[in-house]
T-cell receptor, first 115, second 112 residues
Framework: KAGVTQTPRYLIKTRGQQVTLSCSPI?????VSWYQQTPGQGLQFLFE???????NKGNFPGRFSGRQFSNSRSEMNVSTLELGDSALYLC??????????????FGPGTRLTVT | AQSVTQLDSHVSVSEGTPVLLRCNYS??????LFWYVQHPNKGLQLLLK??????LVKGINGFEAEFKKSETSFHLTKPSAHMSDAAEYFC??????????FGTGTRLQVFP
């Protein structure tokens, strides 16, 4: 079974631009979560989608948004990029919605650099 | 508030010696507990999980962790470190809020 895939793996953007990151979960997994990882803040939860609905959301500004498609693939979008948005963005999928009980499978991440 | 604390930001061991990575959690509810490992430029990989079954949990690559409710701890151990174990390790707690809370990570260095 193929793992979680994320595209692109690396991205360089300029302040003020917007960016869209993509995540394809493991086949059959319906829950997709997004995380931001930085050296200063560690791993922070962005949001989680299940069956095309956002179920949970972390404490990020409205510039961060996401969606999930009917095939469970997910995208996250960051508008009006700031230097502080430079991070590794990780996507994780889970078989069911009961996230605390079921482990998540992580993709390799997208390394976003904002200049 | 729900929280998880990894007591050491860095741990250094010699190859062949035991590994101990410490994790404590806050105790509002009976949590689900996980350990993940992240190698450089890679995503996180699940090592093991505890979900209120046996208190001693065995994971991949020879790692295991013991759930101690009285100490609210879930420390990760391995009897003999290997060079390939060098990575960052995250203790993760899941509560009924349907969110996972990640520790700040412990970087494990293994010296030959």
């Amino acid at each position: 079974k193929a793992g979680v895939t994320q595209t692109p793996r690396y991205l360089i953007k300029t302040r003020g631009q917007q960016v869209t990151l993509s995540c394809s979960p493991i086949s059959g997994h319906r829950s997709v979560s997004w995380y931001q990882q930085t050296p200063g803040q560690g791993l922070q939860f962005l949001f989680e989608y299940f069956s095309e609905t956002q179920r949970n959301k972390g404490n990020f500004p409205g510039r961060f948004s996401g969606r999930q498609f009917s095939n469970s693939r997910s995208e996250m979008n960051v508008s009006t990029l700031e230097l502080g948005d430079s991070a590794l963005y990780l996507c994780a999928s889970s078989l069911l919605a009961e996230m605390p009980l079921y482990e998540q499978y992580f993709g390799p991440g997208t390394r976003l650099t904002v200049t | 508030a729900q929280s998880v604390t990894q007591l050491d930001s860095h741990v250094s061991v010699s190859e062949g010696t035991p590994v101990l990575l410490r994790c404590n959690y806050s105790s509002s509810y009976s949590p689900s507990l996980f350990w993940y490992v992240q190698h450089p430029n890679k995503g996180l990989q699940l090592l093991l999980k505890y979900t209120s079954a046996a208190t001693l949990v065995k994971g991949i690559n020879g790692f295991e962790a013991e759930f101690k409710k009285s100490e609210t701890s879930f420390h990760l151990t391995k009897p003999s470190a290997h060079m390939s174990d060098a990575a960052e390790y995250f203790c993760v707690v899941g509560y009924n809020t349907d969110k996972l809370i990640f520790g700040t990570g412990t970087r494990l260095q293994v010296f030959p």
